[in-house]
């Protein structure tokens, strides 16, 4: 069996650096790791509108965005497939097939749907499509014959959700269906970069983040409002590590060449948190030393970034191509699921319908 990968993003926005710690990275390292036969990277335009309908030009200005992003970052078109949800119409067929194999109820109990439905305020008016996002993403991972889907730990319910549709059609039409598995990053730190201000989410509705097309200026700005330690007042005084946004983002980001460059008076981070938990190291430094640090991985992305939109034309191009690509896909895999449950009704000839009226 081929090895293929399925993820992507909600165009709602430019992307973060918890996007990139949480996902970004590790597609371009799977991407760049040559153990996959194909990946398909999707920008989940009709998802986000489950709950933007009201604004859907929010969406439209930030396809580009996104694209922009993931050819920054190091995706390359020559070997991952990106491409935009809406422009697949396979998927919204799988979708309808699907939603007759999963409850109502069973959707209400989503974990990271009832988190959200939380989060949005739906309590009391779930817009359907929106209740339907797991099915939506169950004919999208399948319609590509996925086989891994790299996630964040709060979305691992909806992988279980797929793989419980599969299981249903594979029970009732036969092996036609793809089980997916999913990918939990091996680096704890990354499965969810907190925001600047010391919520547990980096979003950009809480305007927390700092984004990967920031300038140089607003990410020293955004560096140096960080929170830390509320009790480490003076330079003097001990501070605690544990919790404190700074050290949570080297965690994420630093390696032990950045001090040799940017702090030698220490070898590694490892020294850098003894120093202040015993008191007599300033949260001024440590941020200065995180800006130079995030400078390091966001410089040759921003410089990239600058390249690309020179020649949008080619982005959409590279946009084009990968919807191209994906229909193809998706239709195959629609055409098995239609085989199966025998509503091909004027291709097949094993099972034409006028024979019902020759018996």
Do not use: W
């Amino acid at each position: 069996m081929k090895k293929i990968i399925l993820t992507g993003d909600r165009p709602t926005g430019r992307l973060h650096l918890g996007h990139f710690v949480g996902s970004l990275r590790r597609r371009v390292e799977l991407q760049n790791s040559g153990e996959f036969d194909e990946i398909y990277i999707m920008i989940a335009d009709s998802q986000a509108l489950t709950d933007n309908a009201d604004n859907p030009e929010k969406i439209r200005r930030n396809i580009l965005e996104v694209a922009l992003d993931y050819l920054s970052v190091g995706l390359d078109p020559k070997i991952t497939t990106m491409f935009i949800q809406s422009q697949i119409p396979a998927l919204y067929e799988l979708t309808a097939y699907y939603l007759n194999l999963v409850t109502v109820a069973r959707l209400q109990r989503n974990p990271t749907i009832k988190e959200e439905i939380k989060q949005r305020g739906f309590e009391t008016s779930i817009p359907a499509g929106f209740l339907n996002y797991p099915v939506s993403q169950a004919a999208d991972i399948t319609a590509f014959e996925a086989t891994c889907v790299p996630v964040g730990e709060d979305q691992m319910p909806m992988i279980e959700q797929t793989r419980e549709v599969v299981r249903s059609f594979n029970h009732l039409y036969g092996d036609v269906l793809v089980e997916p598995e999913g990918l939990l990053s091996d680096n704890e730190v990354c499965l969810r970069l907190p925001g600047i201000d010391g919520k547990a989410k980096m979003s950009k509705s809480l305007g927390n983040g700092i984004y990967l097309s920031d300038t140089p200026e607003e990410v020293k700005k955004k560096v140096m409002s960080m929170y830390t330690d509320p009790n480490h007042l003076k330079v003097e005084d001990p501070g605690s590590v544990e919790g404190n946004t700074v050290f949570i983002y080297l965690d994420a980001f630093c390696k032990d060449e950045y001090f040799e460059k940017y702090l030698p008076e220490y070898k590694n981070l490892d020294e850098l948190k003894a120093h202040y938990q015993r008191g007599g190291l300033g949260d001024v430094k440590i941020k200065r030393f995180l800006n130079s640090v995030l400078e390091e991985i966001l410089t040759p992305i921003r410089e990239r970034r600058k390249e690309l939109e020179k020649d949008i034309d080619s982005v959409m191009k590279v946009l084009q191509d990968g919807c191209d690509k994906a229909n193809a896909k998706a239709n195959a895999t629609l055409k098995k699921a239609k085989d199966a449950m025998k509503i091909n009704y004027f291709d097949d000839q094993e099972h034409n319908i006028k024979d019902y009226f020759q018996e």
